[in-house]
């Protein structure tokens, strides 16, 4: 931005001294204009140097002592991360993993000073809506990547023709191929416009954004900002009830901890530590691959629905994907300050970092909640009621409510199935109720 500025101020002296300045002028602004808005073509390419470096590091890694009947009780699974990182180091193959990603249509552009990267697959189809896919922390672009196929060209994967949507799946600003933002601020309402200002550039006036964790807030943001260009809002879950003494959460029952304050203790930890001081763990993060693996691995463990097996939901390969998308990037702490900006969004340190939206949404609302989403595991959520279907009614115009049978906090990567699936329904009902 301070290039644009610069010219800005140059042109216009130009303006005043030379003949003919002002014409001039007048194109050079708009030339600085059109290429600061520019969206370039892009390739994942991490220099050898960077997997050289991590190599050293994995073989040299000193890992922490630990009880032999900890399991994941104490944190991370000793066991486990060894198992990973030797796997890491002696057979797991980062240039397959980027070829892989390279096959879909990446771009970047710069928004609010921030280089932005996101993935936009384009249907066949002429008609297809575009979706904009938002994922959370610590997730990335492999978040939606089963589902870009069955999104973008349905025939092939089952589906109908009027099925087919334009895919774009962004990098938040800190996170992965994103640029880092040199400023405080970028809390979600801020991202959710950053969203908004893409959807335009690409030249959608009609569009529809999906959520999941962060990206949750971030979606319902985008249609209270900008429900003239919102077709419909779908979303990962619209709330919850209050809990019952006991539920049944996937196939087992669990009674909540004594009370909320003892579980989120046990639960959200992570949460007081990225909002508050993100920076003091960010320099572990960002200097042991084995720490980043560590502190990332535990939250898709404890966040998954895999009855204590994580190797029943995701391999290896994709879990270190996800792992070295922060790596390559150094994105490890400036991924973990969205905590900080959005608790400090609303000036001193807010009670939660999850301030919702105020508003009502307007736009036609899918609710495709997931038993196992949610982060307080030993507090089961109700998603399935009358209550929280009263919950969600007061926040959202819902006209899609479900919950699915199996799934976590990764849904589209965990149960793309089910996700596509819900995803199918949802927009069928959209169109016919605009009919």
């Known amino acids: 931005m301070t290039y644009i500025r610069f010219v800005a101020v140059a042109v216009s002296m130009i303006a005043v001294l030379a003949p003919g300045g002002i014409a001039y002028a007048q194109r050079a602004a708009e030339s600085a204009t059109a290429s600061s808005q520019a969206i370039v073509p892009f390739k994942i390419q991490v220099p050898d140097a960077v997997l050289t470096d991590l190599k050293r590091r994995l073989a040299q890694s000193r890992f922490a002592d630990e009880f032999p009947d900890a399991g994941w009780d104490y944190g991370t699974n000793l066991a486990y991360l060894k198992s990973l990182v030797e796997y890491w180091r002696e057979k797991y193959d980062w240039r397959a993993q980027e070829k892989r990603l390279n096959a879909f249509d990446q771009f970047k552009t710069n928004i609010d000073g921030v280089d932005i990267h996101f993935i936009h697959q384009k249907s066949k189809n002429p008609n297809a809506m575009p979706l904009l896919l938002l994922n959370g922390w610590p997730s990335s672009i492999i978040e939606y990547e089963k589902v870009i196929g069955p999104l973008t060209d349905p025939v092939a994967y089952g589906g109908r023709a009027e099925d087919s949507f334009h895919v774009v799946i962004p990098s938040m600003p800190g996170f992965g191929f994103s640029g880092k933002p040199r400023e405080r601020g970028f809390n979600p309402e801020r991202i959710a416009r950053v969203w908004i200002q893409l959807m335009a550039r690409l030249g959608y006036t009609r569009y529809s954004p999906h959520g999941s964790d962060w990206g949750n807030g971030i979606a319902t943001r985008m249609a209270l900002d900008d429900p003239t260009h919102v077709v419909a809002l779908h979303i990962a879950g619209c709330g919850a009830a209050p809990t019952a003494p006991a539920a049944n959460?996937?196939?087992?029952?669990?009674?909540?901890?004594?009370?909320?304050?003892?579980?989120?203790?046990?639960?959200?930890?992570?949460?007081?530590?990225?909002?508050?001081?993100?920076?003091?763990?960010?320099?572990?993060?960002?200097?042991?691959?084995?720490?980043?693996?560590?502190?990332?691995?535990?939250?898709?463990?404890?966040?998954?629905?895999?009855?204590?097996?994580?190797?029943?939901?995701?391999?290896?390969?994709?879990?270190?994907?996800?792992?070295?998308?922060?790596w390559v990037t150094n994105s490890g702490t400036s991924s973990a300050r969205i905590y900080y900006e959005s608790r400090h969004m609303l000036g001193g340190l807010a009670p939660?970092?999850?301030?919702?939206?105020?508003?009502?949404?307007?736009?036609?609302?899918?609710?495709?909640?997931?038993?196992?989403?949610?982060?307080?595991?030993?507090?089961?959520?109700?998603?399935?009621?009358?209550?929280?279907?009263?919950?969600?009614?007061?926040?959202?115009?819902?006209?899609?409510?479900?919950?699915?049978?199996?799934?976590?906090?990764f849904p589209a990567f965990e149960q793309p199935k089910l996700w596509v699936d819900d995803i199918r329904a949802f927009f069928a009902t959209v169109r016919k109720n605009q009919r």
Not at 355 to 383: A, H, I, K, M, N
């Open 249 to 326: 959460v996937g196939n087992q029952q669990r009674s909540p901890l004594p009370n909320s304050a003892v579980n989120a203790a046990h639960n959200l930890g992570y949460q007081e530590i990225q909002t508050t001081k993100p920076q003091t763990l960010g320099q572990a993060l960002s200097d042991s691959p084995v720490g980043l693996a560590s502190w990332i691995i535990e939250k898709w463990y404890g966040w998954a629905d895999h009855e204590g097996d994580l190797e029943k939901v995701f391999t290896k390969d994709e879990l270190l994907t996800n792992i070295m998308i922060y």
């Open 352 to 409: 939660t970092p999850f301030p919702r939206p105020e508003g009502r949404v307007s736009v036609p609302t899918g609710c495709g909640s997931f038993p196992l989403q949610y982060d307080r595991r030993d507090l089961p959520v109700d998603t399935t009621s009358a209550d929280a279907r009263k919950v969600a009614d007061a926040r959202y115009n819902v006209v899609h409510f479900t919950t699915m049978p199996r799934g976590g906090h």
